[in-house]
């Protein structure tokens, strides 16, 4: 069974600091795919990052950076300099084409992070 | 480029009495999921359509919530009759084409159902 477990359920910082937010996955299959959204409070889920199993290279975006470890199965999300605006909860989901039911994306709980001024 | 709508925005309704929701997916969008959020919880899957045939229903509790996506463009969700464990946030998803999972799925802003 595929799972995703995001340990952490609140964070909170203060405006410039730095925060990792962990996701951890499992899965039996070859191919994957990791996604990361960001839920703000107006409720609609913003689509951040897709990872492949096959790629595991780092990415950075602006303030954003994203660690793909397979070793330890692991999609970790960093935001730098973190801003109020950052301040939503953030879902790390997995899903893979081998799946015979379907496509639709396994999300973990969730980490609410809140940034103060 | 419009994004996935959905109506009501939120939605009251007594224990037993039936609800529906409406989804109009992104234009061109082949695959169209329905999730329900709990409170504190990451959103888990209804249905997933694949155009107008049902893909995964598997955890759709099929006593009391039905779908449909006629002509493979626009869904509605229902529920009948309602429980109280049935208040949520009902999402709805679609991506260009789901059958390989890579493409990324769009959300609406959801409908808030309270079941009193």
């Known amino acids: 069974a595929q799972k995703v477990t995001q340990a952490q359920t609140e964070i909170s910082v203060v405006e410039k600091e730095d925060v990792t937010l962990d996701c951890v996955y499992e899965?039996?299959?070859?191919?994957?795919?990791l996604f990361w959204y960001k839920q703000p409070p107006s409720g609609e889920l913003v689509f951040l990052i897709r990872?492949?199993?096959?790629?595991?290279q780092n990415e950075i975006s602006g303030r954003y950076s994203w660690n793909f470890q397979k070793s330890t199965s692991s999609f970790n999300f960093t935001i730098t300099a973190s801003q109020v605006v950052d301040s939503a909860v953030y879902f790390c989901?997995?899903?893979?084409?081998?799946?015979?039911?379907?496509?639709?994306?396994?999300f973990g709980k969730g980490t609410t992070l809140s940034v103060s001024s | 480029e419009a994004g996935v709508a959905q109506s009501p925005r939120y939605k009251i309704i007594e224990k037993r009495q039936s609800v529906a929701f409406w989804c109009n997916p992104i234009?061109?969008?082949?695959?169209l999921y329905w999730y329900q959020q709990i409170l504190g919880q990451g959103p888990k899957l209804l249905i997933q359509?694949?155009?107008?045939?049902?893909?995964?229903d598997s955890q759709l509790p099929k006593d009391r919530f039905s779908a449909e996506r006629l002509k493979g463009v626009d869904s509605t969700l229902k529920i009948q009759p309602a429980k109280l464990e049935d208040s949520a946030v009902y999402l709805c998803?679609?991506?260009?084409?789901?059958?390989?999972?890579?493409?990324?799925?769009?959300f609406g802003p959801g409908t808030r159902l309270t079941v009193l």
């Open positions: 998803a679609s991506s260009l084409d789901g059958a390989s999972g890579y493409n990324e799925q769009f």
């Open positions: 899965t039996r299959d070859t191919t994957y795919y």
């Open positions: 990872r492949n199993s096959f790629d595991e």
């Open positions: 989901a997995l899903t893979s084409p081998a799946n015979q039911a379907g496509t639709a994306l396994i």
């Open positions: 234009s061109g969008h082949a695959t």
């Open positions: 359509f694949q155009n107008n045939g049902v893909v995964d």
